[in-house]
């Protein structure tokens, strides 16, 4: 007896570091497992329920390994940026942090600055190793941000107005005055996408989906596309309705695009159906700017009315309004949100694990610097700022993913193995219908749809609720005798009786079926089976 | 103020020397990999079509006999080692590997009908229609390797002549006695030129005999009068038989679950039996055309392979109603003789057409030595499709199989006669008083009785 006693105290205190690493384990864990197991106790295949009990504990176990190579195998930790003492976070200057960090990181902080050729915009490939830069008049670059070498720069000589990479480093598409232009990484210009329609707007923003290897373009008229940009079809195209906008964003978690309207809605797209899936009116005045988390279930939208907010995607409502302009919105890797106007950046950061936004850091620019867009580096606590006198960099502590997966975004890539990935993200290619709200769908039972019937009780309580509302009616004060107490009490069971009507009438509709059906049943029961099919021209007596 | 950014050299996370290999790094976030099931999907369907690309089981034809070949034996101790007796007489073994002959024996006066091997490998025993049993010596396997003479002056150990002519014969698991079948099921020694036992129930011609793998003196025997019997060697009489509507061809045992055995019968199917309870199939294998001839079960006892009168092979699982796998040529004719080889990986038939046909177990599996990488891909592959095998498009690739137009048309055929027995019992039974007429399961219904 005593001995067991030993061990059960033996096994109930921890010491303090390690039930704290047991619990980080489980929260963990609970993110490998990616949703909850599959409910076997309703089964009643017994072997079945064997085998899948067998699969959800293989889940387990992969789940408890991936925790533990998170907890103890991973190579670098994540930044951060605390304050001490009076200290405010969002005070701290970017001349600060150069002077804290090393060298190398503080080579990350800088101003290019390009006067003539107008507001630039950026993009970067999903390592973070390249960046595309384009200046409104024509200059598109190609930089090394490792090595911060320029690797090509061209001049186009008309309008650009996105620039985007590809599924790789080699090939870029830009939003030129007319059409899309696809580039490779030596400035060659390989396809112009003059879109074999009839009717062609000059393209203002490209998207490009990695896995489905789609680029989706919104024009000027408000026709968003989707190309193929391996054999060049067009999947989808079509035209939104709801006039001219830039603001358009993929949702990374599951491939459908976003385009904020002028009309304050937000519509969500995929290239398969000509209607949107989602219309929400997101704010007063006509969106400005859209961002999605990395993980798919939050969306912040800016407003032209002052407002930021932040929705939830699950739900469709919105977690948090803050006040604020934007121009332009991004998230980070670890769920930062840059808010880019006028030529000041703030960055907010959720802390309470609540999805509560609160501010984080700040940056101003010179004055007169007219943001255009803002990009978080993948994998560096580095944001890319485009504004109208060039780009610059600044650093965002504790932004980026610390550790990459060579197999998905690799920023040491070598040519052999670009090479080799670009042949398997080939092979992976994903086909379009495979865009849905829910990509964890796929290769799931469709539930069985029920009519939903409400119970007595809850049918009972409808009808009291309905009584109870016209109970609580306001008698109008009235004159020339028309105010009777006799009068009111009448005219309240009237009332009364209006609002129980159409409760009572569907009740009355339920019995008659019932007994219909009872009858049918018990006419049918007394034929024989072969003789079934005669019943209903029986005269009924 | 405490501040730190991510900041990673390059000589930490590239190699130093052009020599090492590049290093890998993991990290397993679901949120770094988006829409992974869709990707798991394709991959799945990747998987689906490329075991169709390499779906190329047939391996090679083995010609030498001068007529259809009748009967062939493995040589359980000799993977390489097949036997294969012909309509002619003639009985050759062949070196599989190098698909050639290595031994003609000067076999027999009619037919050769049954072949079998003694459980140490030495001894072949044949039977054939001119009503002789014949034992041969098995040359050393070691001797098989290098010489490339083929020895046609091989003379039977023993010859023992008998009253009437064989169909089958099969040797004891364990043991030195042999089992023939004919006008009565004899038990033979090695040693002794007459039966030392016979069995008889009924009047009819015994088609074919095994041994019970576990069992050493049970066996069970097909009959021309529709019967399975089952004997035991320690009782002077049958113990148990089943009548069926039509005659097995052949019988085989499940050798990792030596109860139970799988019939080929006459009616195209093939039937799963508990020996402990016939009056009811444990399962019906449907899915050849015609009537199926020879039946062999893999050693891992988890799938059988069958050869049909239709021109066709396949292979079922152990448990399974339908075909997992039909193999056909064009030049390959009604199949006498199917057998699995004793590592479960390839799969020999003998037909008509004087040939053996030896085909790979898994039509898409790759042969030779696999690089780890390889093995790995392949369970990789086997795993997504086993994941997502019930979605209909991996579904659909994976079922699907081409067939000869007239097996094509022949099944079809089949499918609507079936259709229409259904229908029709149906409506016969919607038209009877209730109760009357009552539908038996497929599993019974083309059995007569049991009698003990």
Redesign the interface.
């Known amino acids: 007896m005593g001995a067991k006693e030993e061990n059960g105290d033996g096994g109930g205190i921890w010491p303090p570091i390690e039930q704290e690493i047991s619990n980080e384990l489980d929260t963990n864990v609970k993110k490998y497992l990616r949703g909850e197991g599959a409910n076997l106790e309703i089964l009643k295949d017994k072997k079945l329920k064997g085998q899948l009990a067998l699969r959800e504990e293989l889940y387990g176990k992969s789940a408890k390994a991936a925790a533990k190579v998170e907890k103890w195998l991973m190579p670098s930790e994540g930044g951060y940026l605390e304050a001490e003492g009076v200290e405010k976070t969002w005070r701290i200057k970017q001349e600060a942090i150069a002077r804290e960090v090393d060298i190398l990181s503080s080579r990350n902080q800088y101003d290019i600055v390009l006067p003539e050729l107008g507001p630039y915009t950026l993009d970067f490939t999903s390592s973070g190793r390249y960046m595309a830069a384009a200046g409104r008049k024509g200059h598109i670059a190609v930089v090394d941000m490792k090595n911060m070498n320029l690797i090509k720069e061209i001049q186009v000589r008309e309008t650009v107005r996105d620039v985007v990479f590809l599924h790789n480093e080699l090939f870029f598409a830009a939003a030129q005055k007319k059409y899309p232009y696809i580039y490779n990484r030596d400035g060659t210009e390989l396809h112009c996408l003059k879109a074999s329609l009839l009717e062609h707007g000059a393209v203002l923003k490209l998207q490009f989906l990695r896995n489905h290897f789609l680029l989706a373009s919104i024009n000027k008229f408000g026709q968003l596309r989707y190309q193929d940009v391996t054999m060049g079809e067009i999947v989808g195209n079509f035209r939104t309705g709801l006039g001219r906008t830039d603001v358009m964003r993929v949702n990374p978690f599951n491939g459908v695009v976003s385009l904020g309207h002028s009309g304050g809605t937000v519509t969500m797209w995929t290239p398969t159906t000509a209607a949107p899936l989602i219309k929400m009116l997101c704010h007063q005045g006509p969106v400005s700017a859209l961002a999605f988390h990395p993980n798919g279930h939050l969306m912040a939208t800016s407003g032209k009315e002052c407002k930021i907010k932040i929705w939830d995607l699950r739900k469709y409502e919105v977690l948090q309004t803050l006040p604020g302009h934007a121009k332009t919105l991004d998230f980070s890797q670890k769920g930062l949100l840059a808010v880019g106007t006028g030529s000041f950046v703030q960055i907010l950061g959720d802390f309470s694990g609540s999805h509560n936004y609160s501010r984080y850091m700040g940056h101003s620019m010179v004055k007169g610097y007219q943001i255009g867009k803002v990009s978080f580096r993948p994998y560096e606590d580095v944001l890319g700022i485009g504004h109208s006198m060039g780009w610059s960099s600044i650093l965002v502590p504790g932004s980026g993913e610390p550790n990459f997966d060579s197999w998905v975004a690799n920023p040491f890539e070598t040519s052999k193995q670009r090479r080799e990935k670009e042949v398997r993200s080939l092979l992976d290619k994903l086909p379009p219908e495979t865009i849905m709200l829910n990509p964890s769908k796929i290769g799931t039972v469709r539930e069985a749809k029920k009519k939903e019937k409400p119970t007595k009780q809850e049918r009972e309580a409808e009808m009291e609720a309905a009584v109870e509302a016209v109970k609580g009616f306001v008698w109008k004060n009235k004159t020339k005798g028309r105010n009777k107490p006799s009068k009111k009490a009448k005219k309240k069971q009237e009332l009364v009786a209006k609002a129980k009507r159409p409760f009572l009438d569907q009740q009355l509709k339920g019995e008659q079926s019932l007994s219909k059906k009872k009858q049918k049943l018990s006419e049918e029961l007394e034929l024989p089976a072969s003789l079934q099919r005669f019943a209903r021209k029986k005269p009924t007596a | 103020?405490?501040?730190?950014?991510?900041?990673?050299?390059?000589d930490?996370?590239?190699r130093e020397r052009s020599q090492d290999l590049?290093?890998?790094?993991?990290?397993?976030?679901?949120?770094?990999?988006?829409?992974e099931?869709?990707?798991e999907?394709?991959?799945a369907l990747?998987a689906a079509k490329l075991e169709k690309i390499f779906a190329r089981p047939f391996i090679g034809a083995l010609d030498g006999h001068r007529d259809g070949i009748s009967c062939m034996a493995k040589n359980p101790n000799y993977l390489k080692g097949f036997f294969s007796g012909s309509m002619d007489g003639d009985i050759r073994l062949w070196d599989i590997a190098n698909r050639r002959t290595v031994c003609q024996y000067s076999g027999h006066q009619g037919a050769v009908r049954g072949l079998t091997v003694s459980t140490d490998g030495r001894i072949l025993v044949s039977c054939g229609t001119d009503c002789t049993v014949k034992l041969w010596n098995v040359p050393v396997a070691t001797l098989t390797d290098s010489d490339d003479s083929t020895d046609n002056s091989s003379e039977p150990l023993a010859v023992y002549v008998w009253k009437n002519s064989f169909w089958a014969v099969d040797h004891q698991w364990e043991g030195d006695l042999f089992a023939t079948a004919g006008a009565q099921v004899d038990i033979w020694n090695h040693n002794r030129s007459q039966p030392i036992n016979s069995f008889q129930w009924g009047t009819d011609t015994v088609i074919s005999v095994r041994f019970n793998p576990a069992e050493p003196n049970v066996l069970a025997t097909t009959a021309s009068d529709r019967s399975i019997t089952l004997y035991d060697l320690r009782m002077s009489s049958p113990a148990r038989k089943v009548i069926m509507r039509t005659k097995s061809n052949s019988i085989s045992w499940n050798p990792m679950e030596p109860m139970n055995f799988t019939a080929a019968n006459e009616d195209c199917n093939c039937y799963s039996y508990d020996s402990r309870k016939l009056d009811e199939a444990k399962c019906v294998h449907m899915g050849h055309e015609s009537a199926v001839m020879d039946i062999d079960y893999s050693p891992t006892g988890r799938e059988f392979v069958t050869g049909s009168y239709d021109r066709t092979i396949r292979i079922f699982q152990y448990n399974g109603g339908r075909s997992r796998e039909i193999y056909h040529t064009k030049r390959m004719q009604r199949v006498f003789c199917v057998k699995f080889s004793c590592d479960a990986s390839y799969v020999i038939s003998g037909s008509d057409d004087t040939n053996l046909r030896l085909w790979k177990a898994k039509a898409s599996e790759q042969l030779g030595v696999l690089h780890p990488r390889e093995q790995r891909k392949h369970a990789y592959h086997e795993a997504v499709k086993n994941?997502?095998k019930h979605?209909p498009e991996i579904k659909r690739i994976v079922r699907h199989r081409h067939l000869p137009k007239p097996i094509y048309k022949a099944a079809s055929l089949r499918r609507t006669m079936m259709e229409a027995e259904r229908r029709k019992a149906e409506?016969r039974?919607?038209?009877s008083?209730?109760g009357s007429i009552v539908t038996e399961p497929v599993r019974k219904r083309r059995i007569i009785k049991e009698v003990e």
């Not at chain 2, 103020?1 to 390059?10: A, D, E, L, N």
Request: net charge positive.
């Open positions: 103020m405490k501040v730190k950014v991510i900041s990673r050299s390059t930490e996370f590239t590049q290093r890998v790094y993991h990290n397993y976030d679901p949120n770094l990999r988006p829409q099931k869709a990707v999907y394709v991959r990747t994941r997502y979605l409506r039974k919607a038209h008083a209730p």
